[in-house]
């Protein structure tokens, strides 16, 4: 029964490596510039915890193989150094293993996390709140009009609490329910919450920041192929957090001026 079990636990570590070998349920297609090294860092990743994986439980077969079922008077045999050994070997090994991951990993995150936008990059506000994203462009003058916290009514749908009577940089600030950026562009998010913790997720992108409340983040990527992409919502905000998504639109140049015009029209 032993020996069964044992052939199982291979059996099985085998099966379950095959579809992450043949890629069956595999990332998104990588739309932006910073993709490459993050993608190469996922496959190390996958690739170093699956070799440690397999080796632990064919080494796991081996052990019930060979000692699950003991011959009366037969005497038992320890581990050289006993349990601690093995616990300190183990420790050593993982832990090695995770820094090297961590050390590589800090490269291919470099290029969203430890380094500034460049000074011409597209400035876009989004707001999460429950249960929706808000975009915010500067308008013709380039510049946010300053946010009132007490002014944000749903009603009037002034999401951003904007003063547009008495703010005059607040006046042509375009708000929108949906993003859209140009290809190519480097756009650098500005980021805040203003209730409970949410996530920006785009997996074309390789782009996933979580909103902090009472702190302003910002990330930034550069998308590369025209088309209409998922942004959802990855932490767990609340009873509605199952429908928090909108649409990230990456256009052409000239299709980009059009869409913000025609939401610059409607505001």
């Not at 005059?168 to 562009?185: C, F, G, L, Q, S």
């Not at 998010?189 to 702190?215: C, I, N, T, W, Y």
């Not at 909108?246 to 913000?260: G, H």
Request: proline share 6%; glycine share 8%; charged share 15%.
């Amino acid at each position: 029964m032993a020996k069964i079990f044992a052939v199982t636990i291979i059996v099985i570590a085998i099966l379950s490596a095959i579809p992450i070998l043949r890629h069956t349920w595999w990332m998104a297609p990588d739309i932006s510039t910073h993709g490459a090294p993050i993608d190469e860092q996922m496959s190390e990743t996958m690739a170093e915890a699956g070799i440690s994986f397999l080796a632990s439980q064919i080494l796991l077969a081996i052990f019930i193989w060979k000692f699950s079922q003991s011959k009366p008077g037969e005497k038992i045999r320890s581990f050289p150094g006993g349990a601690m050994t093995m616990v300190i070997g183990a420790f050593l090994l993982v832990g090695t293993e995770v820094l090297a991951l961590g050390a590589f990993g800090a490269k291919a995150w470099a290029s969203i996390y430890f380094t500034a936008p460049a000074p011409n990059a597209m400035p876009i506000q989004v707001q999460a709140g429950q249960f929706a994203f808000y975009f915010r462009y500067p308008g013709p003058d380039g510049k946010f009009g300053p946010l009132h916290p007490d002014m944000i009514s749903e009603a009037s749908q002034n999401v951003y609490g904007l003063d547009i009577d008495h703010d005059p940089d607040a006046k042509d600030d375009i708000v929108t329910a949906e993003m859209a950026v140009p290809a190519n562009r480097e756009i650098h998010l500005l980021m805040h919450a203003k209730d409970v913790g949410h996530s920006f997720f785009v997996p074309e992108l390789r782009v996933q920041q979580d909103f902090v409340p009472g702190l302003d983040l910002s990330i930034h990527f550069t998308a590369t192929k025209v088309g209409r992409y998922e942004i959802v919502c990855t932490q767990l905000c609340g009873l509605g957090h199952y429908n928090m998504r909108t649409y990230l639109s990456v256009l052409s140049q000239q299709d980009f001026e059009d869409w913000l015009k025609k939401q610059a029209a409607s505001q």
